[in-house]
Each structure stands twice: as C-alpha cells, then as structure tokens.
C-alpha cells in the first residue's frame, strides 16, 4: 500500500513540474548610443501557439538586469515578427528575454531602433 502511494505522489509531482515547464531565450547584448524613443523588433518563433512574456532589461556595469519594458505576444507555430514603442532609454547596454509558457521557442533577429 506504501509502495502505491508512493509511486503515485511520484507520478503526480513529475507530471505537474513538467506541465508547468517554460523557456527562457535571451537576445545578445543591444547598444543604445544617445537616449532618445526607441522601437524593439524582434522575431519569435515557437513551435506551438504559445503565449510569451517578452522582456527589455538595461544592462548594468556588473552585469545586473532592470526591466525597463515588458508585454504579453501569442506566437503561433511560425515565425512572428513584432515591434514595440519602448519609450525613452538611456544610452548603454540592454538585453531581451522571452519567456515561453512552453518548453521551447526562440527570439529571431532583435533590434532596438530610434525613432525619429
């Protein structure tokens, strides 16, 4: 009876750690040389319909992150090119995060362009 039991928490803990799996891709560095209104593109693909937490971080000197941006996309099972008014940054170093609810995906080109 133990042993059922047992094997049964077993069978109910892995199944919800894996339902509630996610993936976190992130972009490489992005320069901003003068602080003016900027426009994130970025490409996402997920290989299902998905749903994406999609994250602009500044770049510390130590390596630290603060989100400046972020926002929800549905991404299909192509490839999704999107663009987002950011608003004003600072001049320096920022990253992008996307954090799919799935177990996988992936952040095509990215981008941060000023907005004249």
């Known amino acids: 009876m133990k042993k059922s039991l047992i094997i049964l928490l077993l069978a109910f803990f892995s199944f919800s750690t894996s339902a509630f799996a996610s993936f976190t891709a992130t972009s490489h560095d992005l320069s901003v040389f003068q602080t003016a209104q900027h426009k994130l593109s970025v490409g996402l ?4 319909n998905d749903t994406v937490e999609l994250s602009l971080y500044s770049k510390g000197p130590s390596g ?11 991404v299909g099972p192509t490839s999704n090119p999107a663009e987002f008014s950011v608003g004003y940054l600072s001049a320096g170093t920022y990253v992008v995060k996307g954090q799919f609810q799935g177990s ?3 952040l095509g080109p990215v981008s941060l362009n000023q907005v004249y």
Request: aromatic share 12%.
């Open 104 to 106: 996988s995906g992936s």
């Open 64 to 74: 630290q992150l603060n989100k400046v941006f972020s926002t929800s996309v549905n």
């Open 45 to 48: 693909w997920s290989p299902t």
